[in-house]
Each structure stands twice: as structure tokens, then as C-alpha cells.
């Protein structure tokens, strides 16, 4: 069953703009997990942040976790058309090792 | 990171028929999972492949219909069995390195 629900679904923005993603779960994690897919094709890690942790950086993404609301943004800085693609969040919980998915959100970054 | 070799990219196959895909990882994998992601939708796990005895397959996925091999620690097979036009999906293949997933390319399978 799906853990993580991306929020918005898709977003359309100009190049230059900065991109908010936002991922809420429902039980308790041990870490958070941002994946970009493009084209639908296979999906490139991006950024891993633990339980313990409340932000973390990697070049222009930052993620930011807030436990007591169950939720993490992803924010991509200076968007480039290159940027469009497919986010997911995926959760880690409990005794699994295997991250769970969210829907996703489908990110347009227009030239 | 890991290298992740999926093959074949894309299929187009008829109704009744079996594929097989293919997925080569390095070795510092130390899991192999396969996944579906239909159109427009997120990854659903079917199985984890595990080395030299059969898969462990989540709730709704069984191994007359998905029958997986791990012959070794880097190689894994996926069939998909007797395909309906509702197979038609990515299946994805990815292993584990340091609590982090990387994947294949996908192969993306048309049921006509």
C-alpha cells in the first residue's frame, strides 16, 4: 500500500522559478527518500533524509522533514527545462528496507 | 552509485504470450526488486528476487504469473506469463545499495 501522497499532483512553472513538492505519510519512518523519473523511464535517486534529520541539501534541491506533521517538501531552486520530470517521495518504515512510493508529482519547467 | 542494465527496453507482444526481461546489476547491490508503474501511476512492488530460492512476491502478484530468477548475486530474470492487454505497463528492475534504490531503464511492454 502507497505511504507517501505527493502534493501538488503536477506543476507548471518558468524557467528561473523555484518548485515546491510536498510528500505526506502516514506512520512513523526511519527515512525519506526524493526519486526523479523522466519520460517515464527508470528513476535516479536523489536525496536521502533520516528521522532524525530536518533538512538537507544536494546543489540546488533542498528537503526538509517535519515528523510531528508527517511531511517533507522538496524544493528545487533556479528550475531549468531540464528539471521537468516525475518526482516521487518514498518512505522507509519500520523493520522494512524497501522504500514505499508515492504518487508523484509531474513537474513542467517551460523554457 | 550503481549500474543498473534492463533489457529490452520496449516490446510490443500478442495476447497469450510470455516475456522474459533481463537485469544485470554491479556488485555492490546487495537486493534485487522488480516493480510495475502503469500509465500514469506510481511504482507498485511485486517481488523481491532472491538469490538461488524463489522470490518473495507481495499481495497481489503470484509466481505463475511473474515468475522471477536470481541465479547469482547480480542477475535476475522477470517473466510476465500468458499476457493480457492489462500487462501493459514499465516494469522496472532495481537493487539496494546503502538504503538507496537505483534502477534500470524500464522496459516498457505493450499487450495487444
Known amino acids: 500500500s502507497q505511504q507517501g501522497e505527493e502534493d501538488p499532483q503536477a506543476l507548471s512553472i518558468q524557467e528561473g522559478e523555484n518548485a515546491t513538492m510536498n510528500c505526506s505519510y502516514k506512520?512513523?519512518?526511519?527515512?525519506l527518500q526524493w526519486y526523479r523519473q523522466n519520460s517515464g523511464r527508470g528513476l535516479v535517486h536523489l536525496i536521502l533524509?533520516?528521522?532524525?534529520?530536518r533538512e538537507k541539501h544536494s546543489g540546488r534541491l533542498r528537503v526538509t522533514l517535519d515528523t510531528s506533521k508527517k511531511s517533507s517538501s522538496l524544493l528545487i531552486t533556479a528550475s531549468r527545462a531540464a528539471d521537468t520530470a516525475s518526482y516521487f517521495c518514498?518512505?522507509?518504515?519500520?523493520?522494512?528496507?524497501?522504500?514505499?512510493f508515492g504518487r508523484g508529482t509531474s513537474l513542467i519547467v517551460h523554457p | 552509485s550503481a549500474v543498473i542494465s534492463q533489457k529490452p527496453s520496449r516490446d510490443i507482444c500478442q495476447r497469450g504470450t510470455s516475456l522474459t526481461i533481463q537485469c544485470q546489476v554491479d556488485?555492490?547491490?546487495?537486493?534485487m526488486f522488480w516493480y510495475r508503474q502503469q500509465p500514469g501511476q506510481s511504482l507498485t512492488l511485486i517481488a523481491t528476487?532472491?538469490?538461488?530460492?524463489?522470490?518473495?512476491?507481495e499481495s497481489g502478484f503470484v509466481i505463475d504469473k511473474f515468475p522471477i530468477s536470481r541465479p547469482n548475486l547480480t542477475f535476475s530474470t522477470l517473466t510476465v506469463s500468458n499476457m493480457s492487454p492489462e500487462d501493459s505497463s514499465i516494469y522496472l528492475c532495481?537493487?539496494?545499495?546503502?538504503?538507496?534504490?537505483?534502477f534500470g531503464s524500464g522496459t516498457q511492454l505493450s499487450v495487444l
Open positions: 518514498a518512505t522507509v518504515s519500520g523493520g522494512s528496507y524497501i522504500p514505499t
Open positions: 506512520t512513523s519512518i526511519n527515512n
Open positions: 533524509i533520516r528521522s532524525n534529520e
Open positions: 556488485s555492490q547491490v546487495t537486493m
Open positions: 528476487a532472491n538469490q538461488g530460492s524463489e522470490a518473495t512476491y
Open positions: 532495481s537493487g539496494l545499495v546503502n538504503e538507496k534504490l537505483f
